[in-house]
């Protein structure tokens, strides 16, 4: 069975940095792409950057561009997501999702069947 675990998350300062990872088991790394979004308190998740697997193509959410990368570890089967620059509205859970069965066009959520448990990321001003 597939399983996407995310580890990394945490307590920084604005203008900080942390490096998110998400373990994935082998069928889920070889998905159509894999991608982080984020939900906050009271808000709608939200797509935070996509890596897809065929060519490497990257996609980032207007919010964090610029300021986040996303990458694949092929090594160790984990996608990592090295965030920088954190600013206070970054605080949110961040998971980890796989599209497994579909090719992603519109970087939604809807895209993506599985999805990790979520880590905490918390920016204090």
């Known amino acids: 069975q597939g399983q996407l675990v995310e580890s990394g998350g945490g307590l920084v300062q604005a203008g900080g940095s942390l490096r998110l990872a998400c373990a994935a088991s082998e069928r889920l790394f070889s998905s159509y792409a894999m991608a982080w979004f984020r939900q906050a308190p009271g808000k709608e998740r939200e797509f935070v950057a996509e890596?897809?697997?065929?060519?490497?193509?990257?996609y980032y959410g207007d919010s964090v561009k610029g300021r986040f990368i996303i990458s694949r570890d092929t090594t160790n089967n984990a996608m990592n997501l090295q965030m920088n620059s954190l600013k206070p509205e970054d605080t949110a859970v961040y998971y980890c999702?796989?599209?497994?069965?579909?090719?992603?066009?519109?970087?939604?959520?809807?895209?993506?069947?599985?999805w990790g448990q979520g880590t905490q990321v918390t920016v204090s001003s």
């Open positions: 890596i897809q697997s065929s060519g490497g193509a990257t």
């Open positions: 999702a796989a599209s497994e069965h579909r090719v992603v066009v519109y970087h939604a959520s809807f895209e993506y069947s599985s």
